[in-house]
């Protein structure tokens, strides 16, 4: 039996594939074979089918031969419930024999069996045989990667069983749900949904566990299910977690290691431990596992092809790159035999493998003509013969896969350019990079769950840094627009797409033809795991738990999604277009008057800015250290902590440098008063008004905003909005006694009520104070109003930033509705032209790769916010209440939001004369975002007075000079 290390867990779950408990199993069905058809035809069919058994792992030929004997003298007899029982097996035995082919015809002479037994219902194996036929098909387009479909018959198979009460529940069918969550955790991880396949093969040990009693071996099924768990954690970069997992695995095995299936156990538990030793870099501990355990894996062991992949990426990493090309060709050929010389993801990764040596080696021919080879076996019907050409994602088995070759292919002709100032080999590496893009707008699309989202964008940014990197070489060479715009959309790409979706989502549920009762439902479900997530978050500090409630809330959800994506497609085209942006439209939606545009992106080799200014635009690459990115955290430290010992001086000296670095190119040439920064990594610590340039703060000259993307102030400003002048102010009220049991620890706020007051002197305002401003009232009045107001504490958290938090008690517990998790916000829709946050930190959170700063100020876009205020840090309530009051005035005069703001940072300096409150840290903290266009217009009744005698004048003399004619 030629299986891999993938398939070895995989036959350790279905149906009837427990070595240890063959003989029982055939010792049933014997003597089901002998009640059924009486002695003579027992010992005929029973001899058949116990031959057949007997051969079941060892010797495919007989164990088929004996099975369609035992098949064939059941029909001959007209004993259908011998042919059924007898079918299972064979259908079982071209499973674990990975024999595709007579697994697919089998498959289908099954179903014709069906059809053609009447009352099939009836008879005592009937609904077993067509209920293990559903698990048969989901195993068969597993085994053939075709996930979508085997998560259908599996997802059929388990709503079947899972009618049927607990306490009913056969050992078979208890057994049976465990395979099919561990196939559904395994279906999940192959396409990188991470997130759902951790929570099925959670599910799968909580259920092993709860019936151990009735799984033989259960504690082998339980440390098989944390090994494929351990694969998830090593493919989301946790190897500590992975390795935990493997470590117990390991200890348990090596009790049993005389046990012959215990023994492969072991040893597939050590291939793991070394791939993880690759993936953190301990090359050598990696080659130490293996060695110590090569007795094992000589000739024909299913798992010599991984162990040589293992031991090729060890050398690899060593650079000892003659051993790895051996042990890798060694792999190539025993997948190309074992797939039977056709295309398959196996061999295509080898492929790959090999090229990615060539590249290091800087042997670029060899190189590229392995990747063609890996190009054509990565999907079927590939014929890729020259290097201008690359597969089509549509026709791949994998675009996950996909992206990771394309991305071999760009480095390889970047490093050719570099080499050889070559001009085709940099038209080739744009043209891959544009296939880059394309792949990963269709791949981003596949991915229903926000972590799983967030865990590509984190593996795809460095492949966005390298095409911005060749997008950059090009534009200097020949400065081109049609460049300049691919530059931007990599640029966009890196930059927090989810946000995106989020928003665009509210023009697919209005233009995408969804049912009202579709759309509720969605709300309802989402607010159910949100609501579950966060009772498991209180009620164990995030202890690792696993809820059988969450587990049923999340797969409904899941599995909803699909539908509506296949039954609504504009709703999904909507949701998920994929259009390029273009310079002229965010000219023409941006860009108003006096306004210029700058996105950041910074990349290992540098700082890159696109800008498109007041007379034109222009795509610059900086030097950015690391020593730059700390004087940026040095700088934040130094204004977010007030004191009187750090001079002045040495504030403004740093501010100045890091106006030269940042800002003192980008802003060459531009007189624009209005300037949008979309930042990017350490840059969301800096607040650019506080920079310096000709000895006076940035803010003197120019009122800033920012944004996360282009693509998403875009779609802000397409939003348009309602009552934009009504406006909603929250006070909570946080007494003096902090040692209430289960309360936070929360200084009472003295000046948040004058605050919102201070509001009142402009605008018309409903007021909430102490007891009224509650989250209930948040959650049923905030969506009225045009702007939102919330003077409150608020605390972020890094470690899981969707449960940073607005506070609106003192006591601790949420579901009381105490406190405002950003993960609340998702579930939350609002209609706000303006939500301003004035608490600690809002603007402040984790940072995060292609997702920019997780903050809490960000869950209010997915509300619905068209724009924020927010707050970089700890902010003081008293001078809060001052600069709230200057800010609301100049929005009430008809100024935009950044302008206001900037007006009442200047009118605050202008106006304290205390040293220490003059520090940065009382006034600089808030910052604005989004559409920052303003929310009221201003009647000026001078210029319409103006104006009206402009025309009285006009009209008199036009008069006057007609009375004159002759």
């Known amino acids: 039996m030629n299986i891999t290390l993938e398939t070895y867990f995989e036959s350790c779950r279905p149906w009837f594939a427990g070595l240890s408990c063959m003989k029982k199993l055939k010792n049933i069905a014997l003597g089901f074979l002998f009640v059924q058809t009486g002695f003579f035809y027992a010992q005929d069919i029973g001899s058949s089918f116990e031959k057949a058994m007997d051969y079941h792992y060892s010797n495919k030929d007989s164990a088929y031969f004996y099975y369609e004997k035992t098949i064939a003298l059941a ?25 595709l082919s007579n697994y697919g015809r089998n498959i289908s002479r099954a179903d014709s069996l069906v059809k053609r037994t009447p009352r099939i219902d009836t008879l005592y194996m009937g609904q077993y045989f067509k209920d293990n036929l559903l698990f048969e098909k989901g195993s068969y387009y597993y085994k053939l990667k075709d996930y979508g479909s085997a998560q259908n018959y599996f997802f059929e198979h388990y709503k079947k069983l899972s009618a049927i009460p607990e306490t009913d529940l056969t050992s078979a069918e208890i057994d049976m749900m465990s395979a099919i969550f561990s196939f559904l955790g395994l279906t ?68 049993r290691i005389t046990n012959p299936r215990q023994k492969n156990n072991f040893l597939s538990t ?8 690759v993936q953190q870099g301990r090359f050598d501990e990696a080659l130490d596992i293996l060695v110590k355990n090569k007795s094992f894996v000589t000739g024909s062991n299913p798992f010599l092809k991984e162990v040589n992949i293992i031991f090729g990426d060890a050398y690899l990493g060593k650079k000892q790159y003659k051993k790895a090309l051996s042990f890798y060709n060694m792999a190539l050929g025993e997948y190309m035999e074992y797939r039977q010389h056709r295309p398959h993801q196996d061999v295509a990764d080898v492929y790959g493998k090999i090229a990615e040596l060539y ?16 190009f054509n076996n990565a999907g079927s019907d590939i014929d890729i013969k020259g290097y201008d050409t690359n597969p089509s994602p549509e026709r791949v088995f994998s675009k996950t896969q996909l992206l990771g070759l394309l991305d071999i292919k760009l480095r390889f002709f970047n490093e050719t350019y570099e080499r050889d100032h ?28 926000k972590l799983d989202k967030q865990f590509l964008a984190e593996k795809a940014y460095p492949i966005f840094e390298r095409i911005l990197q060749i997008s950059h070489l090009a534009y200097e060479k020949e400065g081109s627009r049609t460049i300049l715009e691919l530059a931007l959309n990599i640029s966009e790409r890196s930059k927090d797409f989810i946000l995106l979706e989020a928003l665009r989502s509210v023009q697919a549920t209005k233009y995408g033809d969804v049912p009202d009762k579709v759309l509720e439902r969605e709300a309802r479900l989402r607010a159910e795991i949100t609501q579950l997530e966060k009772q498991m978050f209180d009620a164990t500090e995030n202890e690792d738990v696993f809820s059988d409630n969450l587990f049923k809330a999340k797969q409904d959800y899941y599995n909803f999604l699909d539908s509506v994506g296949h039954a609504y497609p504009r709703y999904y085209n909507l949701k998920y277009k994929n259009e390029a942006l273009s310079l002229t439209d965010i000219r023409r939606t941006l860009c108003e008057e006096n306004t210029a545009l700058i996105s950041y992106t910074v990349a290992t080799d540098g700082l890159y800015a696109i800008i498109l200014g007041d007379k034109g635009e222009n795509f610059i690459k900086m030097p950015f250290s690391e020593s730059d990115k700390n004087e940026i955290r040095e700088f934040y430290r130094l204004i977010s902590k007030p004191s009187l010992q750090v001079s002045n001086d040495k504030l403004h000296l740093l501010g100045e440098r890091l ?54 102030l875009m779609e802000l400003h397409a939003v348009k909005r309602k009552n934009v002048n009504k406006i909603i102010a929250f006070a909570p009220g946080f007494g003096d006694d902090k040692e209430a049991n289960g309360s936070r620890q929360f200084g009472k706020l003295l000046y948040n009520d004058d605050e919102v007051r201070g509001i009142a002197s402009f605008f018309d305002v409903e007021l909430l104070f102490d007891g009224s401003a509650t989250l209930r009232n948040f959650r049923s009045r905030a969506s009225q ?47 706000a032209n303006m939500v301003t946050l004035s608490a600690c930190q809002t603007g402040i959170g984790k940072l995060q790769k292609g997702q920019g700063m997780l903050s809490l100020s960000k869950g209010f876009y997915y509300a619905g916010a068209k724009s924020l205020v927010n707050t970089l840090w700890k902010i003081n309530d008293k001078s809060s209440v001052k600069l709230m009051r200057y800010f609301y005035e100049g929005l009430s005069e008809g100024k935009s939001k950044s302008a206001a703001l900037r007006q009442a940072k200047l009118k605050y ?33 001078w210029r319409i007075g103006a104006l009206l005698l402009l025309i009285v004048g006009f009209f008199t003399y036009f008069k006057g000079s007609r009375s004159n004619r002759p």
């Open 359 to 374: 590249l290091k080696q800087g042997d670029y021919t060899q190189g590229l003509e392995a990747l063609s080879k890996a």
């Open 188 to 255: 999940y991880r192959h396409t990188g949904k991470y997130e759902q396949a951790e929570f099925y093969f959670k599910k799968d040990i909580d259920w092993v566990n709860n019936y151990r009693d009735s799984i033989v071996d259960w504690q082998s099924v339980v440390y098989n299910t944390k090994k494929l768990l351990s694969q998830v954690y090593e493919a989301q970069d946790k190897p500590e977690r992975a390795n935990q997992l493997l470590e117990e695995a390991l200890e348990f095995y090596r009790l």
């Open 422 to 449: 070559d001009g085709s080999s940099l038209d080739m590496a744009l043209q891959t990079s544009r296939d880059i893009l394309n792949t990963f707008d269709l791949l981003k699309t596949e991915f229903d769950s």
């Open 659 to 712: 106006y030269d670095k940042v800002l003192k190119m980008p802003l060459e040439g531009i007189t624009a008063e209005n300037l949008i920064v979309v930042r990017d990594g350490e840059l969301h610590y800096l607040p650019f008004d506080l920079l310096r340039h000709n000895e006076k703060y940035l803010l003197e000259d120019r009122s800033i905003s920012y944004g996360n993307s282009f693509a998403s």
């Open 785 to 831: 109003f045009g702007i939102v107001h919330l003077a409150t504490h608020a605390s972020a958290n890094d470690a899981f930033p969707d449960y940073s938090y607005l506070a609106f008690s003192q006591e601790k517990d949420s579901a009381q509705g105490n406190v405002l998790y950003i993960k609340d916000l998702y579930n939350t829709s609002l209609t």
């Open 909 to 941: 300096l202008e106006t304290t004369d205390d040293r220490l409150m003059r520090h940065p840290y009382y006034w600089a903290a808030f910052a604005v975002s989004g559409d920052v266009s303003p929310v009221t217009t201003t009647v000026n009744w």
């Open 270 to 277: 050590y291939i793991l431990l070394a791939k993880n030793r």
């Open 75 to 99: 029909r001959e007899r007209n004993d259908i419930e011998s042919e059924l029982l007898a079918f299972s097996y064979l259908l079982n035995a071209n499973s674990n024999f990975y024999d």
